[in-house]
């Protein structure tokens, strides 16, 4: 059944292009979940920025937009067309053990932001975004070894997509002093390409934009309920209110910098206020497994939730003061000639640091060492924390046998890990 719905969304699409429109849904998970499994569908190819199958989204976004009676704000109808003539490795995003380079190509690539406006009658705009692009069939961005598949990126980042959708229709029943512009990013996995462009050819004028926030992978809030906010700094207004809400049993873990490896960084650039909303890496993030069976629909209503109430908690504010962050340079980041071939935990706040997923073949997995395991000492060096993790890796060379002590299960164990 799920597969008819695909062909009969993707069926309107080819014919209607922005006039396509889908049947309301029966309550606000039921609508996530259509929007999800559409754009993490097999048959959008992965959304890789420049595809038929990014278009296909597009057309789908833009076809939502309407729906909830959102005003076209793009240069063409709902869509902002920008290319791009990349380098053969144009992003890099550091993900602690895991590096990842954004999909290059020596050919120039067109990409597509799908843009939205909700006319509160207001001098100045919110920008909420998330980007709808993925990485295809894999390539350079992806950490899956195995022989090329489509990655759905139904996390990464279709969970953004739907939960901007969902935002978009809440706010527009409520009585806001701002004006909300909803901006579908492409182009973001190859080097925040899609925001880059829109924040230096803004649709509205830059100077009424108040601030901007952005859903960068949403859709796996875990059982502890820790939602990362990222750019609490970028504003004297954000601690305060953040400080003061409570949602859903939700628990933020902040960082003050305004730039990262996403959308919101390019507006920080800009001299705007920035958020970022995040739920957590996780052993599918870009591999093919990042599948839509996997989301946690009532987290993203719970994410949503919480958004609603930071714009409401900062409506009297005006408009926002902006602060520039300290941000941390490559010369701050520790150097290391190893790695463990684990996918960290940003969002545990606890001693030592807890392992979200391990890569099989690496050592770490060599060794025994499993997702859950928190790890604690390596060699004679106590691990209290991700910094003082990045650190020890900076002491061991390849082919050194070293032992890790891991949290377990309230136990500690020890492994003997050799690094490749």
Same mark, same amino acid.
Request: with cysteine.
């Given at each position: 059944?799920?597969?008819?719905?695909?062909?009969?969304?993707?069926?309107?699409?080819?014919?209607?292009?922005?006039?396509?429109?889908?049947?309301?849904?029966?309550?606000?998970?039921?609508?996530?979940?259509?929007?999800?499994?559409?754009?993490?569908?097999?048959?959008?190819?992965?959304?890789?920025?420049?595809?038929?199958?990014?278009?296909?989204?597009?057309?789908?976004?833009?076809?939502?937009?309407?729906?909830?009676?959102?005003?076209?704000?793009?240069?063409s109808g709902y869509f902002q067309d920008f290319t791009r003539n990349p380098k053969a490795v144009p992003h890099k995003i550091d993900h602690g053990d895991s590096t990842s380079l954004g999909m290059g190509t020596v050919k120039p690539v067109t990409g597509r932001n799908v843009v939205g406006f909700l006319n509160k009658k207001a001098e100045n705009t919110i920008v909420i975004g998330a980007h709808y692009d993925h990485l295809g069939y894999?390539?350079?961005?992806?950490?899956?070894?195995?022989?090329?598949?489509?990655?759905?990126?139904?996390?990464?980042?279709?969970?953004?997509?739907?939960?901007?959708?969902?935002?978009?229709?809440?706010?527009?029943?409520?009585?806001?002093?701002?004006?909300?512009?909803?901006?579908?990013?492409?182009? $973001? $996995?190859?080097?925040?390409?899609?925001?880059?462009?829109?924040?230096?050819?803004?649709?509205?004028?830059?100077?009424?934009?108040?601030?901007?926030?952005?859903?960068?992978?949403?859709?796996?809030?875990?059982?502890?309920?820790?939602?990362?906010?990222?750019?609490?700094?970028?504003?004297?207004?954000?601690?305060?209110?953040?400080?003061?809400?409570?949602?859903?049993?939700?628990?933020?873990?902040?960082?003050?910098?305004?730039?990262?490896?996403?959308?919101?960084?390019?507006?920080?650039?800009?001299?705007?206020?920035?958020?970022?909303?995040?739920?957590?890496?996780?052993?599918?993030?870009?591999?093919?497994?990042?599948?839509?069976?996997?989301?946690?629909? $009532?987290?993203?209503?719970?994410?949503?939730?919480?958004?609603?109430?930071?714009?409401?908690?900062?409506?009297?504010?005006?408009?926002?003061?902006?602060?520039?962050?300290?941000?941390?340079?490559?010369?701050?980041?520790?150097?290391?000639?190893?790695?463990?071939?684990?996918?960290?935990?940003?969002?545990?706040?606890?001693?030592?640091?807890?392992?979200?997923?391990?890569?099989?073949?690496?050592?770490?997995?060599?060794?025994?060492?499993?997702?859950?395991?928190?790890?604690?000492?390596?060699? $004679?060096?106590?691990?209290?924390?991700?910094?003082?993790?990045?650190?020890?890796?900076?002491?061991?060379?390849?082919?050194?046998?070293?032992?890790?002590?891991?949290?377990?299960?309230?136990?500690?164990?020890?492994?003997?890990?050799?690094?490749?």
């Amino acid at each position: 059944m799920k597969y008819l719905f695909f062909f009969l969304s993707l069926a309107l699409l080819a014919c209607g292009g922005n006039n396509a429109s889908t049947s309301q849904a029966e309550d606000p998970k039921t609508q996530l979940k259509n929007d999800i499994q559409l754009l993490a569908s097999d048959s959008l190819e992965g959304r890789q920025t420049g595809t038929e199958g990014a278009r296909k989204a597009a057309d789908y976004i833009a076809s939502r937009m309407k729906e909830l009676g959102l005003q076209p704000k793009g240069d063409s109808g709902y869509f902002q067309d920008f290319t791009r003539n990349p380098k053969a490795v144009p992003h890099k995003i550091d993900h602690g053990d895991s590096t990842s380079l954004g999909m290059g190509t020596v050919k120039p690539v067109t990409g597509r932001n799908v843009v939205g406006f909700l006319n509160k009658k207001a001098e100045n705009t919110i920008v909420i975004g998330a980007h709808y692009d993925h990485l295809g069939y894999g390539g350079a961005g992806s950490l899956f070894t195995g022989d090329s598949a489509i990655h759905n990126g139904a996390d990464d980042n279709a969970s953004g997509v739907a939960a901007l959708l969902l935002l978009a229709e809440k706010l527009k029943e409520k009585d806001l002093k701002n004006n909300v512009l909803f901006i579908s990013f492409s182009g $973001e $996995e190859n080097g925040l390409w899609g925001s880059n462009y829109f924040s230096k050819n803004t649709t509205i004028p830059l100077e009424n934009i108040n601030y901007m926030l952005n859903m960068d992978m949403v859709g796996r809030l875990k059982v502890e309920r820790t939602l990362a906010v990222n750019g609490v700094g970028t504003s004297p207004a954000w601690m305060p209110m953040l400080d003061s809400i409570s949602v859903d049993s939700i628990k933020i873990v902040t960082t003050e910098s305004g730039v990262g490896p996403s959308d919101h960084t390019s507006f920080y650039n800009e001299g705007l206020p920035v958020l970022h909303f995040f739920t957590g890496q996780h052993e599918d993030y870009h591999k093919p497994t990042d599948d839509y069976d996997k989301i946690n629909y $009532e987290g993203i209503l719970s994410v949503v939730k919480f958004m609603e109430t930071v714009i409401e908690n900062v409506e009297d504010d005006g408009k926002l003061e902006f602060t520039k962050t300290k941000d941390q340079s490559a010369n701050d980041t520790p150097a290391f000639k190893v790695t463990l071939g684990v996918i960290p935990d940003y969002l545990y706040d606890g001693e030592g640091m807890r392992i979200d997923g391990t890569s099989d073949g690496r050592p770490a997995a060599n060794a025994g060492i499993q997702k859950g395991d928190v790890v604690v000492q390596m060699g $004679e060096l106590e691990i209290t924390d991700m910094m003082s993790y990045m650190e020890a890796l900076g002491k061991f060379e390849p082919e050194q046998t070293v032992e890790v002590k891991v949290k377990r299960d309230g136990e500690i164990k020890s492994f003997d890990v050799t690094f490749d």
